[in-house]
């Protein structure tokens, strides 16, 4: 069964800081791994990574994928109060099933 | 553009009853999908729904079904409540089966309370 790990599983910051979470997947078949950040409830979509599309950013957020290794990371510069949530990680299977990580909880100390 | 919407917000049901929970896609999206978050189990795939049929589902009992209606909104139903059937279910939508990468958006959720 398809695996994905994060970590580190919880993070504090002050605020300016540049932080850097991490994704690594077992699958059996590479499909696409997408990135949500999740504050109260609903998760909020980030990016999504494809073998076609490596690498993505949205203004301080930005995100690459290692096929080599298996893995990805989400980058967020000059990090805000408003960053403070859960960021989840998901590799997308064949039949749309996302399977996702635990979650990193980033908490941003101003 | 308004995003995908549940209802209710909040349900508290008592261990054997059924429970409907409800869900309304993004405009446009004819895929619609659900997914439990259990505390201390994430987020768990349990269904996925395409042009009214049912496409995938997760490893979980029969007692959880659902549907998708004409107008692309969908239904989850939980037969035999059971105490560990508390938890946020979210519901997501996205583009249909023609579109190959479909990024998933997120419902608010509805809190499930089983006593």
């Known amino acids: 069964e398809d695996k994905v790990v994060q970590s580190p599983l919880s993070l504090v910051v002050h605020e300016g800081d540049t932080v850097t979470l991490n994704c690594s997947y077992e699958?059996?078949?590479?499909?696409?791994l997408l990135w949500y950040k999740q504050e109260k409830k609903a998760p909020t979509f980030l990016f999504m990574l494809t073998s076609s599309g490596i690498e993505k950013k949205s203004g301080r957020l930005s995100s690459i994928l290692d096929k080599k290794e298996l893995s990805s990371i989400l980058n967020i510069t000059a990090t805000q109060t408003g960053d403070s949530a859960i960021y989840l990680c998901?590799?997308?299977?064949?039949?749309?099933?996302?399977?996702f990580g635990a979650g990193t909880i980033l908490r941003v100390k101003s | 553009e308004a995003g995908v919407t549940q209802s209710p917000t909040h349900l508290i049901k008592t261990r054997g009853q059924q429970a409907t929970l409800r869900c309304s896609p993004i405009s446009g999206h004819t895929s619609v999908y659900w997914y439990q978050q259990a505390l201390g189990l994430g987020l768990q795939f349990l269904l996925w729904?395409?042009?009214?049929?049912?496409?995938n589902r997760g490893n979980f009992p029969p007692r959880f079904s659902g549907r998708q209606f004409p107008n692309y909104s969908s239904e989850l139903n939980v037969n035999a409540l059971e105490l560990e059937d508390s938890a946020l279910y979210l519901c997501a939508s996205s583009l249909g089966l023609a579109v190959s990468y479909n990024e998933q958006f997120f419902g608010p959720g509805t809190r499930l309370t089983v006593l």
């Open positions: 998901a590799h997308m299977e064949y039949g749309n099933k996302l399977v």
């Open positions: 699958v059996t078949n590479f499909r696409s």
């Open positions: 729904y395409d042009e009214g049929e049912e496409r």
